[in-house]
């Protein structure tokens, strides 16, 4: 459907930026006497043609549907009169309720956003704390680790001090620096799962996602 609408008053951008989201609903052009007004602006920034005399819409092969929002019976009954055949009107009345539908439909759509919004936020909240949680075992763990590194090198000179004797601390040796080792690759897993966490979590609290929506 091609569309132009006359008048570019805040109604105007609602229904452009509701067009933008349908697939086969083209805004043409804009028309109104006031260059300032709402509507001009987002026209020039979407670059939709903005025309100053509403009787380049009558007529034009590129217009399907006129919708009226001056309100001004003047203009309706001009419209009406100079249409072509193949030209639908949308009148004022019907465009205001219209526009007012859109308009209740957005307010419950942000409501619904920010909801879910505050919702998300309470989620990133929980997985900070967590995070927070973990990073401390994950310091407790691995000053454990360094006390058996400790223990095991004390182990060792204590073996060699002892010769023959201390070669049955080999087999606790070996197998306390297995445990160390153990440890470390799985505390290394968990700093990587960690990093994705707080990648997530970042991305969360910065509303990537949303942006990414919009």
């Known amino acids: 459907m091609k569309i132009g609408i006359l008048g570019a008053g805040k109604a105007a951008c609602r229904v452009v930026e509701h067009a933008m989201e349908i697939d086969g609903m083209d805004i043409m052009m804009i028309a109104d006497i006031n ?7 987002l026209a020039k920034k979407l670059d939709i043609p903005f025309i100053s005399d509403y009787h380049q819409m009558l007529g034009n092969r590129n217009i399907e549907l006129i919708i009226e929002l001056t309100g001004v019976p003047k203009i309706r009954d001009d419209v ?16 205001r309720l ?10 419950k759509d942000q409501a619904t956003l920010n909801e879910f919004t505050g919702f998300v936020g309470e989620i990133a909240d929980s ?20 006390n058996i590194r400790m223990i095991n090198i004390n182990a060792k000179i204590e073996a060699s001090r002892l010769g023959q004797q201390g070669l049955s601390f080999d087999a606790i040796i070996n197998e306390l620096v297995r445990l160390a080792n153990s440890i470390e690759n799985t505390l290394s897993a968990i700093e990587t799962a960690r ?5 997530a979590l970042h991305r969360l609290k910065n509303k990537d996602w949303l ?3 919009a």
Do not use: W
Not at 98 to 107: T, V
């Open 35 to 41: 260059r300032n007004a709402p509507a001009a602006h």
């Open 80 to 95: 009406f009169a100079n249409k072509a055949s193949f030209q639908e009107i949308m009148p004022a009345q019907a465009a």
């Open 98 to 107: 219209y526009c007012q539908s859109l308009e209740a439909q957005h307010q």
């Open 127 to 146: 997985i900070g704390q967590t995070n927070n949680s973990v990073e401390d075992s994950i310091k407790q763990i691995y000053h454990i680790v360094r």
């Open 195 to 199: 990093d994705g966490s707080t990648s």
């Open 211 to 213: 942006k990414k929506a």
